[in-house]
């Protein structure tokens, strides 16, 4: 995996060399489905969705404050009944997933200082560390981060103690005019029932409402990002956080973009990247000084040619980004195309992908109703050769990233996935590649091979993930989780 000419990026984004098979997905399960016409409340809304590290959990946060977790339950029958990873073949079964415990991890709360009310809507969940059995995770609304601490606890009961049903003690006890000798009292276990308990609170840090945070590969240390202001945080301090970022101007009308997101590096402790709302990703190192006021590298696509309109720069805002497991690619999510970056190659990206083309035509409608400023998020297989990011009226698109590759699918939020036809667009342009370019541009066609006046702008696929070492992806649609496995 050395940088280099571009024969050398191509081979290591394979990341194994061969082309494999498209992928033909199917429905895997559904959590918290809603029946025909129930009319969905807004506290119920998925708003975030994460896997741990393992793969065997999944946690998702709501509009409502509350976390829910999943455990992965195809491992636990196995062996009599008895989860033993080793002797369970995961090849042959896909992932499944029953429900665990869930908690209030926010509760609305208002800012008497600035007369603002602060949502529990949850925006952010980041798996910690695991220790002595014990689940950790950190979560976040628009101001306060929580650090919790999810076990199973016990249920333990005193049997056989000294006393007859009328209340005497034990040493009153005559059986057949006989005494009976004193018992000691046995305390029996029952089944296990996890307890969610908050370890710390991180409050007061920003300003602006927080829209990332990221767990340290060093497992000691998380960054949480705002709108202007980047802050690094020690798990075990809560009460001190240090800014490693800060883009905000002596004079506020000098504000020219924003930071959208910010992931640290999933091997090197001491690299980190953030986005922007201009489009371009910033790769800094914390070892260069303790202000990252100047990056390492800059990612960021080519002016393009020709003339600019209105919402130019709102679409180019990119609104996610995540590392691939190893840590050399970079996949980034702005309102129409999914992006590919090698770290090691700052020219532009190594590929584009137009996730919905054909609402071109339909920015207009789509800013005079907002739709145009919603925050798509994107993800990456465990093994770096597929993508997946989400569209409206619940679709999701899964793209094949490796060299070579034409693999797409469009699938839908439903029990039949493949019920609803988007068409296939060609290969997305290499190095260089820009929005609107001939050849790698989608059909103007919509759903069902209609105009995009099919797609409902009010049933939006924001928020998935991908299992770290399946071919699962686990995605929101309103208040119910879709799970799909190939």
């Not at 679709?395 to 296939?424: D, K, Q, Y």
Request: net charge negative.
């Amino acid at each position: 995996m050395n940088g280099g000419d571009d024969e050398d990026v191509v081979v290591v984004a394979a990341s194994s060399g061969d082309q494999s098979p498209p992928l033909q997905w199917r429905f895997s399960q559904v959590f918290g489905e809603r029946s025909a016409g129930e009319e969905v409340q807004p506290v119920d809304m998925i708003s975030a969705i994460e896997f741990d590290h393992s793969g065997d959990h999944l946690a998702t946060g709501d509009r409502g404050g509350r976390v829910v977790l999943f455990e992965r339950s195809d491992a636990k029958h196995s062996s009599g009944g008895r989860r033993d990873l080793e002797e369970t073949d995961y090849s042959v079964r896909h992932p499944e997933f029953c429900y665990k415990t869930e908690f209030q991890s926010h509760d609305p709360a208002f800012d008497y200082l600035k007369s603002l009310e602060i949502e529990e809507k949850i925006n952010k969940i980041r798996w910690c560390q695991t220790a002595n059995g014990a689940l950790f995770l950190l979560s976040t609304n628009d101001k306060t981060i929580k650090y919790w601490k999810v076990q199973d606890k016990k249920i333990k009961k005193i049997c056989d103690i000294n006393a007859d049903p009328s209340g005497a003690v034990g040493n009153g006890i005559v059986a057949n005019g006989v005494p009976e000798a004193l018992r000691l009292p046995v305390v029996t276990s029952h089944e296990s029932s996890p307890v969610a308990k908050c370890r710390r609170v991180y409050p007061h840090a920003h300003d602006y409402h927080i829209n990332s945070i990221s767990i340290n590969s060093d497992g000691e240390t998380f960054i949480s990002a705002d709108d202007l202001r980047i802050n690094l945080w020690n798990l075990e301090i809560s009460n001190q956080s240090f800014n490693i970022v800060d883009v905000k101007p002596e004079k506020m009308e000098d504000l020219s973009e924003v930071i959208t997101a910010a992931e640290f590096h999933p091997t090197h402790c001491n690299m980190l990247a953030y986005s922007s709302s201009k489009g371009s990703i910033r790769l800094i190192d914390l070892r260069q000084s303790a202000l990252c006021d100047s990056h390492s590298k800059l990612f960021e696509e080519p002016d393009a040619a020709g003339s600019k309109s209105f919402f130019t720069e709102i679409i180019a805002s990119v609104s996610d980004i995540k590392f691939a497991k190893e840590g050399r690619y970079l996949l980034s999510r702005d309102y129409m195309t999914l992006k590919l970056w090698d770290i090691n190659m700052d020219s532009g990206p190594v590929s584009t992908f137009q996730v919905h083309e054909y609402l071109k035509p339909k920015l207009c409608d789509l800013y005079e109703n907002d739709s145009i400023f919603d925050k798509f998020e994107c993800c990456i297989s465990g093994n770096g050769l597929r993508a997946a990011t989400g569209s409206y009226s619940n679709l999701f698109r899964v793209f094949g990233v490796s060299p070579g590759s034409t693999e797409t699918a469009t699938l839908e939020a439903s029990r039949n996935p493949m019920r609803r036809h988007v068409p296939v667009p060609s290969r997305p342009s290499k190095l260089g590649s820009i929005l609107g370019r001939a050849g790698g541009s989608e059909s103007t066609a919509g759903v069902d091979g209609n105009s995009s006046n099919a797609l409902d702008y009010t049933t939006k696929l924001l928020h998935l993930a991908w299992h770290p070492n399946e071919n699962l992806i686990a995605c929101a649609a309103g208040n119910s989780l879709y799970m799909y496995c190939a």
